[in-house]
């Protein structure tokens, strides 16, 4: 997973630029569903001349960044997090964003720090997929089976849920969706695609969600709806940038 496009803009619902960086690697690599661990790499030095050609990129013009690796924050390396720093002093960015595993929920607040002494304010973004618990850990497993969005407060901001998949009914879709909306300050809902992980999209679903779910939350400020993975701009485009 080379030829990605990896910097982009969202000019609408919290406009903001977004960079596609290359870590070593998500450290689960067991969600059914998910192949995304493949954009990695662990050569360090090497991930690292790439983050920063993407980073050179960014130009602050909304004074907020959101930075995913296909994994969480603490796969990037050390010199990557110390560029998205300099860059978000050097810009004017006073919000990012960044994505982490429930696993790594312990770093959150030194990365916080980290930021907050240069002025910045981070936001985290949980890859939570589903509330149903035996959903999430038995159908998609996610590894986070001691999950409860009480114990999330605080330390994440915002919440990644994923839809179309078998199982799955416009009432539990919708669920998981309200969920989101009442525990977290945004909400990233995701249609499936199919791609080389064992766990398909099911069409049944897809349609559900097409005709039931998607007009209910497209205009909602907080909710951002992607039916393609490269909605955001990044990702397997068809070209690099």
């Known amino acids: 997973m080379q030829d990605l496009t990896r910097y982009s803009e969202i000019p609408e619902k919290n406009p903001r630029e977004i960079v596609l960086l290359r870590g070593t690697g998500c450290r689960w690599k067991r969600c059914r569903f998910c192949d995304y661990h493949l954009d990695s790499g662990p050569d360090e ?5 790439r983050n920063r050609a993407v980073l050179a990129r960014v130009t602050g013009k909304y004074g907020r960044l959101e930075v995913i690796n296909s994994g969480s924050f603490p796969e990037l390396d050390a010199a990557t997090m110390a560029e998205i720093r300099r860059v978000c002093a050097d810009k004017g960015i006073r919000q990012v964003h960044f994505e982490c595993h429930w696993m790594y929920r312990r770093r959150i607040p030194a990365l916080r720090e980290a930021f907050a002494a240069q002025g910045v304010e981070t ?8 509330f149903d618990r ?19 407060q605080g330390l994440f901001d915002e919440v990644c849920l994923l839809q179309g998949l078998p199982g799955q009914t416009f009432a539990s879709m919708q669920a998981d969706i309200e969920q989101g909306l009442r525990w977290f300050n945004r909400v990233c809902v995701n249609l499936m695609q199919a791609n080389s992980a064992p766990l398909q999209p099911d069409p049944d679903v897809t349609a559900v969600f097409m005709r039931q779910i998607a007009p209910r939350y497209l205009d909602n400020p907080r909710v951002d709806i992607l039916l393609q993975n490269t909605d955001f701009g990044v990702g397997d485009c068809g070209h690099a940038k």
């Open 45 to 49: 030095a090497e991930n690292f001349r």
């Open 134 to 152: 035996d959903f999430r850990e038995t159908v998609l497993v996610k590894g986070m089976p001691d999950f409860s969005p009480q114990a999330a």
């Open 123 to 130: 936001h985290l973004k949980l890859g939570l997929e589903s």
